[in-house]
C-alpha cells in the first residue's frame, strides 16, 4: 500500500530548543546593551530623529568562514568608531541564502561546506559568530528566511531585512511583525517597489500564526506589529533603481506613510549587475544625494569582503581565504575608502 504521507521525506531528526541553545551560548548583558542602543539608534534615525547620520550595512554576501568574518569585523569595527559621528556602521551577517534554483545555502544549513546539511552544527555556529562579533562592539544585521530561525538568534541581531525573494510570503510578514529590531523591506526580483510597500505596511500590523516558542513547542504567535520598517532599493530584472527618480519616488510614499527617512540603496544586486566593481559609483552616487539635501536617504549595502570578486564553490573544494562564494565582493582596501568618504560627506552636510 502506498505511503499515505512523508513519501518524500528522508529523514526528521529533532533539533535542541532555542531556550537551550542560549543557555549554552548565553548573550553577555554587555552585548545586550550594544544590541538594544543600536537598535534604538537605527529606530531613531528611520523616523528622523537623527538626520545627520547614514546607516551603512556593509560585509561579506554570506558568512562561510567565521575565522575570516572575524578579521574582517576587527577591521571594520576600527573603521566604524573612527566615523561614529557620521556614520552608523552594521555588519553584514548573512547565514542564511536564497538560491533561485540550488546552491550552497548558508552557514547555517551547511556549515561545513560539504552538502551534508548539518543543521545541528549550523544554528549554534552561527550564534557563535555573532556572539563574537558582537563582543567586538559591532552591531550585525541579517536576512531572516527561515521562520524558526529568529527564535535562535534574533537577541544577537541589531538589524535585518527581509529579501527580494521572500517580500510576498505571507509567512515573512507576518513573521516581520513580531521581531525586535528595525526591518528593510527589499523590493521583489522585478524591481517593482509595491511590494516591499505591501509588506512594509503588512508587518506594521498585529498578526496571528503558527510558530515555536522557547522550548521548541508549536505555538500560535500573536504580534503587535513592527513599526521600525524601511524601503530597501536593490534594482530588479537587471534594472537599477538608486537614481534620483527612484529614491524619490519611494521618499514620497515614506512621506505619506510617517516614515522619515525610509530609504536605503543596496548597491550590490541589481543595482550593480552583481558587478563588484560597479558598486562604488552606486555609492559614491548616493552619497552625493545625501550631502545634497536628499533627507529620504536612510544609508547603503554594500557587499564587501577582506579580498575581491568570488570563487567558485562545490563539495570538498579547497577555498581561498576572505573570498565570497555567493555574490561577487569589493575588497577591503576599497571599502575603507568609502566608509571614509561617506563620513565625509555627511560631515559636510551637517556643517552646511
Known amino acids: 500500500m502506498p505511503q499515505i504521507e512523508n513519501s518524500h521525506i528522508a529523514s526528521i531528526a529533532p533539533l535542541v530548543c532555542p531556550r537551550e541553545m542560549k543557555k549554552s551560548l548565553p548573550l553577555p548583558s554587555r552585548v545586550c546593551d550594544l544590541v538594544l542602543a543600536n537598535r534604538e539608534e537605527i529606530q531613531a534615525m ?16 554570506s558568512i562561510h568562514d567565521p ?15 573612527a566615523t561614529r559621528e557620521h556614520l552608523l556602521v552594521v555588519m553584514r551577517t548573512y547565514f542564511e541564502k536564497p538560491r533561485t534554483v540550488v546552491g550552497w545555502k548558508g552557514l547555517i544549513s551547511d556549515p561545513r561546506l560539504d552538502g551534508s546539511c548539518d543543521i545541528p552544527a549550523g544554528l549554534p555556529l552561527a550564534r557563535k559568530v555573532l556572539l563574537g562579533i558582537g563582543a567586538m562592539g559591532l552591531p550585525c544585521g541579517t536576512e531572516f528566511l527561515d521562520p524558526i530561525v529568529p527564535q535562535y538568534v534574533s537577541d544577537l541581531v541589531s538589524w535585518a531585512a527581509i529579501g527580494a525573494r521572500t517580500i510576498e510570503s505571507q509567512t515573512h510578514r507576518q513573521m516581520a511583525s513580531g521581531l525586535s529590531m528595525p526591518i528593510g523591506f527589499k523590493n521583489g526580483t522585478d524591481g517593482s517597489l509595491p511590494n516591499a510597500v505591501n509588506g512594509l505596511l503588512s508587518a506594521r500590523e498585529p498578526h496571528a500564526f503558527l510558530g515555536i516558542d522557547a522550548d521548541g513547542v508549536t505555538s500560535v504567535v500573536k504580534t503587535t506589529g513592527n513599526p521600525d520598517g524601511h ?20 521618499a514620497e510614499f515614506c512621506a505619506t506613510n510617517g516614515i522619515a527617512r525610509g530609504v536605503m540603496i543596496d548597491c550590490s544586486h541589481d543595482n550593480s549587475g552583481k558587478d563588484h566593481t560597479k558598486q562604488a559609483a552606486i555609492f559614491r ?11 529620504a536617504i536612510l544609508g547603503l549595502m554594500i557587499e564587501s569582503n577582506l579580498h575581491p570578486g568570488k570563487q567558485t564553490w562545490s563539495e570538498g573544494k579547497e577555498l581561498a581565504r576572505g573570498v565570497s562564494i555567493t555574490d561577487s565582493c569589493m575588497g577591503w582596501e576599497e571599502t575603507e575608502a568609502l566608509l571614509t568618504m ?7 552636510r551637517a556643517s552646511a
Open 342 to 348: 561617506a563620513a565625509e560627506g555627511a560631515a559636510r
Open 67 to 81: 575565522e575570516a568574518a572575524y578579521e574582517y569585523a576587527e577591521r571594520l569595527l576600527r573603521v566604524a568608531q
Open 285 to 295: 552616487q548616493v552619497v552625493d544625494a545625501f550631502r545634497e539635501g536628499q533627507t
Open 46 to 61: 528611520v523616523h528622523g530623529r537623527d538626520p545627520a547620520r547614514l546607516m551603512v550595512v556593509v560585509g561579506p554576501c
Open 231 to 250: 524601503l530597501v532599493l536593490r534594482g530588479g530584472r537587471g534594472k537599477s533603481n538608486y537614481h534620483a527618480d527612484d529614491i524619490a519616488s519611494a
